[in-house]
């Protein structure tokens, strides 16, 4: 069983908790910590419950952690979890494959976790995965990922992040996607989360930008390479995000050579090259 | 490892009463490029210049052989491109990289409709590409002084003064001319490059009979805001149809520059295969961008550029084989790990 974590070493707890801590002292509001998922699937985030107590909780940062399950919701806020995220999909078979269920049963799952926390009132973030295509089923509707996006807002979700899992998007489809959902759950609650698999991820943001989304998912040196085609990158890098972003007199509040220092020094750590290209020309700049 | 994921919040920029589909900025040129609407209709066509057997291999460490160089050329002749930019008539003694530039433009297989522009930054370049049998020339300036000087040695006014004598022996023998542009957002040296200076250049060359002016980044500093100012500075002085956009990826700006520019109107787009041809100014750093990674985007986007996108591929994984290098282009990358 896949999860959106690239199955690659073992991080050392105390290199975690450093880079988090590093990061939460860039100006960066929202810094997803770990994921409370069992460790029999996800090794990688065996230590969550000592990262999330380990970790110097900035004031105005918020720490969201992943909980599949009420196992994983109820074990996060024993360990200090003020937030927490639920991942759906919009493709049946991503879903059989990766969560082991299908998006109806996923939903149940989900709808218990948001009711208990709604009651600790913990708020909940939802993420619709494949929302530009599968890497099994390939094109994926509009209307599969609107109909998904609206089931998890209207059960509580806060903001959905609507994530292009694969990198195949492009401004065309990014477009698409976007009005269909913006009919259904308010542009104000919607969030892009685009891979760069396919160097497309600055466009699609730029494009949802211009639709009127306000919040962008990324990762410090582009961190997490694709678990569908091996060897490329994943998750887009906040530096180049952060890059285009002030370029065009958007404020973030994010300091952006903090954000740097923080991806060369967990890059240092892992023992690999960022994946950042600002990065990698700010390091080699005459 | 661990997927550190975050969120930027800019949702306090954002007050009531504005429209949703702009945010707040401080200038009217980024409120601009923002507003720009993702809607805004896009060119139907898009014109690709693939530079990468000049510009590309111009810029690699390794010098390449010069049937490796033809094979290239004819390669990316049958993927669709429309115009290749074969070689450099400059002397070798400054690009030794392009020192059998004869040799290649006689070498290769001109597919009809295709056009070979190359270099000429001189009349002496000139007459010998004319002679080598060349078609189309180009010439480079810069809007930056320094990088001028830099570059070629003379100031920006002295070089446009050097291609009067290269427009005036064109025209005579009827061979067109598209003109180039370097540091249009930035510059190594200067920093930032004011837009009115482009455009006074940008102008210059239009007026002196190119018929296409190219607008580099040649650091790749530009973003959606700095690109979309320059412009609209230019597009007041040479019309958006004879305008093309050269984006270096040196920063990861390059697509999302395209996008802007392709919303204002311009339909011509520079770039390489494999994105050969890394950054003079940042060691190691990445150049060009990738003629795959724009080709997909132009694709998804419902634009006709009639690339085949796998012949492409295959041109770029022939060339990095022989380079010993991987290939920049994350489409590439990705489409052969699936």
């Given at each position: 069983?896949?999860?959106f974590?690239?199955p690659?070493?073992?991080?050392p707890?105390?290199?975690?908790?450093e880079l988090?801590?590093?990061?939460s002292?860039?100006g960066?509001s929202v810094?997803?910590?770990?994921?409370f998922?069992?460790?029999?699937w996800v090794p990688?985030?065996?230590?969550h419950?000592d990262?999330?107590?380990?970790?110097?909780?900035?004031?105005?940062?918020?720490?969201?952690v992943l909980?599949?399950?009420?196992?994983g919701?109820?074990?996060a806020?024993?360990a200090?979890?003020?937030?927490?995220a639920v991942?759906?999909?919009?493709?049946e078979?991503?879903s059989?494959r990766?969560?082991?269920c299908s998006?109806?049963e996923s939903m149940?799952?989900f709808?218990?976790?948001?009711?208990?926390?709604?009651?600790?009132q913990?708020?909940?973030?939802?993420?619709?995965?494949?929302?530009?295509?599968?890497?099994?089923?390939?094109?994926i509707?509009?209307p599969?990922?609107?109909e998904?996006?609206?089931?998890?807002?209207?059960m509580?979700?806060?903001e959905?992040?609507?994530?292009?899992?694969?990198g195949?998007g492009?401004?065309g489809s990014?477009?698409?996607?976007l009005?269909?959902?913006?009919?259904?759950v308010?542009?104000?609650a919607?969030?892009?989360?685009?891979?760069?698999?396919?160097?497309q991820?600055?466009?699609?943001?730029l494009?949802?930008l211009?639709?009127?989304?306000?919040?962008?998912?990324?990762?410090?040196?582009?961190?997490?390479?694709?678990?569908?085609?091996?060897?490329?990158?994943?998750?887009?890098?906040?530096?180049?995000v952060?890059?285009m972003?002030?370029g065009m007199g958007?404020?973030?509040?994010?300091?952006?050579?903090?954000?740097?220092?923080?991806?060369?020094?967990?890059c240092n750590?892992?023992?690999r090259?960022?994946?950042s290209?600002?990065a990698?020309a700010?390091g080699?700049?005459? | 490892?661990?997927?550190?994921a975050?969120?930027?919040?800019?949702?306090?920029?954002?007050t009531?009463?504005?429209d949703?589909?702009f945010l707040?900025?401080s200038?009217?040129?980024?409120l601009?490029?923002v507003?720009?609407?993702?809607?805004?209709?896009?060119p139907?066509?898009v014109k690709?210049?693939?530079?990468g057997?000049?510009?590309g291999?111009?810029?690699?460490?390794?010098?390449?052989?010069?049937e490796t160089?033809?094979k290239?050329?004819?390669m990316?002749?049958e993927?669709g491109l429309a115009v290749?930019?074969?070689?450099?008539?400059?002397?070798?003694?400054?690009?030794?990289q392009?020192?059998?530039?004869?040799?290649?433009m006689?070498?290769?297989?001109k597919?009809?409709?295709?056009?070979?522009?190359?270099?000429?930054p001189?009349?002496k370049?000139?007459?010998?590409a004319?002679?080598a049998?060349?078609s189309?020339?180009?010439?480079?300036g810069a809007?930056?002084?320094?990088?001028?000087?830099?570059?070629?040695?003379?100031?920006?006014?002295?070089?446009?003064?050097?291609?009067?004598?290269?427009?005036?022996?064109?025209?005579?023998?009827?061979?067109p001319v598209?003109?180039?542009?370097s540091c249009?957002?930035?510059c190594p040296?200067?920093g930032?490059?004011?837009?009115?200076k482009v455009a006074h250049?940008?102008?210059?060359l239009?007026?002196?009979?190119?018929?296409?002016?190219?607008?580099?980044d040649?650091?790749?500093?530009?973003?959606?805001g700095s690109?979309?100012?320059?412009?609209?500075a230019?597009?007041?002085?040479v019309p958006?149809?004879?305008l093309?956009v050269?984006?270096?990826?040196?920063?990861g700006?390059?697509?999302?520059?395209?996008?802007?520019?392709?919303q204002?109107?311009?339909?011509?787009?520079?770039?390489?295969?494999?994105?050969?041809?890394?950054?003079?100014?940042?060691?190691?750093?990445?150049?060009n961008?990738a003629?795959?990674?724009?080709v997909?985007?132009?694709?998804?986007l419902?634009?006709?550029?009639?690339?085949?996108l796998?012949?492409?591929m295959?041109?770029?994984?022939f060339i990095?084989?022989?380079l010993?290098?991987?290939?920049?282009?994350?489409v590439a990358?990705?489409?052969c790990?699936?």
């Open positions: 069983m896949k999860s974590i690239v690659q070493e073992i991080v707890t105390r290199v975690k908790i988090i801590d590093m990061l002292a860039t960066l810094i997803e910590a770990t994921s998922v069992s460790s029999k990688q985030m065996a230590d419950t990262v999330l107590q380990g970790i110097q909780r900035a004031p105005n940062v918020r720490y969201p909980t599949p399950n009420m196992q919701f109820q074990d806020i024993a200090g979890a003020t937030e927490v991942f759906g999909s919009a493709s078979t991503f059989r990766n969560i082991n998006i109806d149940l799952r709808e218990e976790v948001i009711n208990a926390a709604k009651e600790q913990i708020p909940v973030r939802g993420y619709v995965s494949c929302a530009l295509g599968c890497p099994y089923e390939g094109c509707e509009p599969k990922v609107a998904v996006a609206k089931r998890m807002y209207e509580g979700c806060y959905i992040s609507l994530g292009d899992t694969i195949v492009t401004p990014m477009f698409k996607m009005q269909k959902v913006m009919k259904d308010p542009v104000d919607l969030a892009v989360h685009c891979h760069d698999t396919y160097g991820a600055l466009p699609n943001i494009t949802a211009q639709m009127g989304v306000s919040v962008v998912d990324s990762a410090v040196a582009g961190l997490g390479g694709c678990p569908y085609a091996q060897g490329s990158t994943g998750n887009v890098s906040t530096e180049d952060l890059y972003l002030h958007i404020q973030t509040g994010v300091n952006l050579n903090k954000v740097i220092e923080a991806g060369d020094c967990i750590a892992l023992g090259q960022t994946n290209r600002v990698q700010k080699r700049t005459l | 490892m661990m997927a550190a975050m969120r930027l919040v800019n949702r306090s920029i954002l009531p009463g504005m949703r589909q707040a900025f200038s009217a040129a980024h601009r490029t507003g720009l609407r993702a809607a805004d209709a896009l139907e066509k690709m210049v693939e530079v057997p000049r510009d291999l111009q810029n690699e460490k390794t010098v390449v052989p010069t160089k033809i290239l050329i004819n990316l002749s993927s290749i930019e074969a070689t450099s008539f400059v002397s070798p003694k400054w690009v030794p392009m020192a059998d530039q004869t040799e290649v006689k070498g290769i297989s597919k009809p409709g295709v056009s070979y522009p190359v270099l000429t001189n009349l370049g000139f007459q010998a004319v002679k049998g060349a189309e020339v180009a010439i480079f809007a930056s002084e320094l990088f001028s000087k830099k570059n070629i040695n003379c100031s920006v006014e002295e070089s446009l003064q050097r291609f009067d004598d290269i427009m005036k022996a064109a025209k005579e023998a009827a061979v598209r003109g180039y542009v249009v957002v930035g040296y200067e930032k490059v004011a837009p009115e250049v940008a102008k210059r239009y007026s002196m009979g190119c018929y296409e002016i190219s607008l580099g040649t650091i790749g500093v530009g973003t959606p690109m979309t100012e320059m412009l609209e230019v597009s007041k002085e958006l149809s004879a093309a050269h984006c270096h990826d040196t920063y700006q390059a697509l999302a520059n395209i996008l802007v520019a392709l204002m109107g311009v339909s011509v787009v520079d770039s390489s295969v494999a994105g050969l041809g890394g950054c003079p100014y940042a060691q190691g750093a990445s150049g961008v003629t795959e990674d724009v997909y985007m132009l694709h998804g419902g634009i006709q550029t009639g690339v085949d796998q012949k492409l295959d041109a770029g994984a990095c084989r022989t010993n290098r991987k290939t920049s282009s994350k990358q990705a489409t790990k699936l």
